[in-house]
């Protein structure tokens, strides 16, 4: 089957200014389609924000890019650099995440974000503010959301199709759009399929409430919508009669079961695999990057498994392996490497480091901007000295004020570029490093991925071995490792239970120079950041 191309849309901003013009949007908009030509990929919309400060998310076109994000409308974004989706760390936390949890990849046009150190240490920090900010955050905010919702009032943001909000932010029908509404209820309660309802709405150009054709999931989302039988539902405060109903109880029950009828057509959806190994397992046979796989047994249960793709081509002889062990494996090897109460003061001071550094790193808008001051000061120099030549024109004196108010703008523009923003105290630091290394029955769900994605760089596999590379360094900058024997995993009588490797395991240090385990203190810049992403997770 075709593999669907990528939705790649584009967000371009540039700060507010007197005498701005479109110059920035062009160099940001040829970047990123070059960037985006060199890898295969097309930009199919663009979000422009203009003359707006990325010190604030309140930017139109930010908040729609964020918005149809939430409507999964594409797969990626693309900006010139880091410094567009916001300046401001903790709105770029925020928003970053979650685009993320929208299943948005974030590209970058102008900076190597993913592979380079400086990519690692700003990413990894956003993602972990992202998590302390939101709940803190929503606990400021909860209790008066719960206090408006206890009222029946609108919260903002979208409302359903047929419904808005009057002065006192009391919901009404808007008569505009209800009948929409009726007759979308009445075609499905009468057996007619979403798909044909959707060609006949977009055929008459009728929109949904984001103003949008409408979709399959958009038919199913208004009949499941307990809204349009006056049902409040919001910040867990819910009230029949809250709401204008604009349809019947019969109308409402009869789409119900059409629901349940179209449910009972579908074939169940089997579970799907999360491969937490995934891009960083390889074969240590034939060095190949081994890839996820499954089978299905004579009883018709589903099987997970690593494998080298060699193996298939019997070009290599490297056996499969049990996915959940082998990570299991891998998990409990590097928690009990590097999470080390010992380590934990070593690795706040370097932190305090990493953020003085971060405060101090090159703005590569700045740069752009001290460079174009730079380049107009040499000119408006020459014109002078033609001046003093004697060489006195009209042409030459609009050339020289064309000049100095150029430099004005420029001026203006530096002054305005704000720095990062956002420090944590030592104290701090160390709380987040401790509650990182929770105990097993305080771990979330997801603990074992985000372990993994922080410290472990790579996994070299053989039959008889796990050589893990952590991402930590030793002062020959080579990356650390532990040398973990699967021996006894291997062996049916005696696997690992899920909660980790075997029992006994003799993890021997392999990345110092002369074979001995390296010291803990000797972390390197990108790394020592790349901790702090997952860490501050857990404060709430």
Not at 300 to 325: A, E, F, M, W
Not at 362 to 386: F, G, I, S, V, Y
Not at 494 to 510: D, E, M, Y
Request: hydrophobic share 35%; glycine share 8%; with cysteine.
């Amino acid at each position: 089957m075709t593999e669907k191309p990528m939705r790649l849309v584009a967000y371009y901003r540039y700060s507010g200014g007197g005498n701005q013009t479109e110059q920035s949007i062009e160099g940001q908009r040829r970047d990123c389609e070059a960037w985006a030509e060199s890898h295969g990929l097309s930009i199919c919309g663009e979000y422009i924000d203009r003359h707006i400060s990325g010190t604030t998310d309140e930017r139109p076109a930010f908040q729609r890019m964020i918005a149809d994000s939430d409507r999964h409308a594409f797969d990626a974004v693309i900006c010139w650099k880091t410094d567009r989706i916001s300046r401001n760390r903790y709105d770029s936390a925020i928003y970053k995440t979650r685009l993320r949890k929208n299943g948005v990849k974030i590209l970058y046009a102008a900076e190597s974000i993913p592979d380079g150190p400086d990519g690692i240490i700003l990413e990894s920090l956003m993602e972990g503010l992202a998590e302390y900010y939101s709940a803190e955050l929503s606990q400021k905010l909860r209790r008066g959301m719960r206090e408006s919702a206890m009222k029946c009032h609108g919260l903002g943001g979208y409302y359903a199709l047929g419904l808005t909000t009057n002065k006192q932010h009391e919901f009404v029908i808007d008569e505009t759009q209800a009948p929409t509404v009726r007759w979308i209820f009445e075609q499905y309660a009468a057996g007619k399929q979403a798909a044909a309802i959707v060609r006949e709405l977009n055929a008459r150009g009728v929109k949904t409430a984001y103003g949008n054709d409408f979709s399959r999931s958009s038919i199913i989302r208004i009949v499941t919508n307990e809204q349009y039988i006056g049902v409040y539902n919001s910040h867990g405060y819910r009230k029949e009669g809250g709401i204008p109903a604009i349809i019947d109880r019969d109308l409402w029950d009869a789409a119900q079961r059409q629901v349940e009828i179209n449910k009972d057509r579908k074939a169940p959806l089997s579970r799907k695999a999360d491969y937490l190994l995934s891009g960083k397992l390889f074969c240590a046979e034939c060095k190949t990057a081994m890839r996820g796989t499954c089978g299905t047994s004579h009883t018709g249960q589903t099987h997970y498994y690593y494998t080298c793709p060699g193996r298939r081509k019997k070009l290599c002889s490297k056996k499969n392996i049990v996915k959940d062990d082998l990570e299991n494996l891998v998990c409990q090897a590097t928690s009990k490497y590097i999470l080390q109460p010992g380590r934990l003061d070593a690795i706040a001071e370097r932190l305090i480091e990493v953020q003085i550094a971060d405060q101090k790193r090159a703005h590569p808008e700045r740069e752009m901007l001290e460079t174009e001051l730079a380049e107009n000061r040499r000119k408006q120099d020459n014109l002078l000295r033609a001046l003093e030549d004697g060489i006195s024109t009209a042409g030459v004196m609009q050339r020289l004020q064309d000049l100095e108010k150029a430099e004005a703008k420029i001026r203006y523009d530096l002054d305005r570029i704000e720095p990062i923003t956002g420090q944590f105290t030592k104290e701090q630091l160390e709380f987040m490093l401790s509650q990182f290394a929770a105990a097993p029955s305080e771990q979330p769900a997801d603990y074992q991925a985000r372990l993994l994605r922080t410290f472990v760089s790579s996994v070299y596999l053989s039959d008889t071995h796990a050589l893990i590379y952590y991402n930590l360094t030793n002062k020959k900058s080579e990356l650390e490792s532990s040398l973990v024997p699967l021996t006894q995993y291997l062996d049916p009588e005696n696997k690992p239970h899920n909660s980790g490797v075997l029992q006994g395991s003799n993890h021997a240090a392999v990345g110092g120079g002369d074979g001995s385990r390296t010291s803990p203190l000797s972390f390197s810049l990108v790394n020592s950041l790349t901790l702090t992403a997952y860490i501050i997770i857990y404060l709430h």
